[in-house]
């Protein structure tokens, strides 16, 4: 598994005590659908990216094709590491 | 007048019936009590109930019971007073600053706005929590910021950490949990029962504060939506300038309306796709009637969808592991 998926994927079982939801969950697979975060989720996801990745984010980049999936989430990573 | 304007129309002589009869049922007959306390706020929603409770219980068997808090608005009062006044009932002011300030609200509040900005000065600074703007013009989840207003300064906003976010939630929410301690201070004294003021957006969307202004012992208006809401403040005569009145969270010191702190959508454009939800309709049916795109209905929907699964929490009550047998 690529570097940035698997942190990510780390993270969340670390983080949002889901374990076994996770062991389902599809690299493509929706957050929101699934459950997987809320509104404190999503401040923990936004820090867990600026602070594990380097990067700044802004509240405009905070989209569901952005943050939506393990996917999105690390495709997002991979191009704001691009630009820096 | 679109399908959905026209169905969001109540019957409001009726509904104001079916809602005394029920409250007059159970604060009477069930609960046995003399009755109804409500918290009012100046705002819409406690001023209707106001009214409800009034034509349930008789204006001589309700109390009003105001609680400012030094990050209210002046304007509250006013609103307050001026609805109390029309209904002609008990009023009671409750200046609750002391005991928020005796439970270390403020200084826990300081200290979490202080983690996004370290130099906020509660004397001269403002604050209020605000998600992305508009969700009709633009996508985006729903990740809180802080704005700070500073005088002479542009309003500056960031990003909430975990740990800020949570912790000024933590301590706002005793201000709305401080609220229904004195409610139900007045209420026991009376034998009365508090009259909670919660709408269904707030209920649903879980826009309210567990054992806060959730906690009460009827929600006469929990199955109405705000577009609702005002259709029977007409009717009940509550005072034009609390109908006109932005509806505002009154929380924080800077002052926020909930559509920029909860909602994310102007009420009346909410309520109806939450309507044409509720009737089945398809994101194509609702667009066309509202004159929306698809693609704005879905972004409306889907944050209706998460907010009401993200807060389950929120509506539960008290669980046990096994139901407790009916009375033999």
Known sequence: ?84 | MSYLADSMQVPVEREVSRITQWMKQYVFHEFKRRGGVVGVSGGIDSAVVLALSVHAFGQNRVTALFMPEKDSSPESQLMAGEVVSRFGVNFIVNEITPALTALGCYDHLMAAIRETFPDYDPDHDKVKLVLPENLLEKPGLNVFSLALLREGQPEQRKILSPRAYLGIVAASNMKQRTRMLNLYFHAEKLNYAVIGTSNRNEHDQGFFVKYGDGGADLQPIRHLLKSQIYQLAKHLDVPQSIIGRTPTTDTYSAGSTQEEFYFRVPFDLLDKIWLGMDRGMCTAEIAKDLDLSEEQVDRVLADLLQKKRTTEYLRTIPLSLEPIPPES
């Not at chain 1, 939801?21 to 600026?50: A, M, R, Y």
Request: charged share 25%; glycine share 4%.
């Open chain 1, 1 to 84: 598994m690529p570097e940035i998926e698997s942190k990510i994927q780390k993270f969340l079982m670390d983080n949002f005590v889901l374990s076994e939801q996770l062991d389902q969950l599809g690299f493509d697979e929706s957050f929101l659908e699934n459950g997987v975060v809320d509104s404190t989720g999503i401040l923990e996801l936004v820090f867990f990216v600026e602070d594990q990745f380097g990067i700044q984010i802004d509240t405009s980049e905070v989209l569901p094709e952005n943050f939506d999936s393990i996917n999105c989430l690390a495709a997002y990573i991979r191009r704001k590491q691009k630009v820096m």
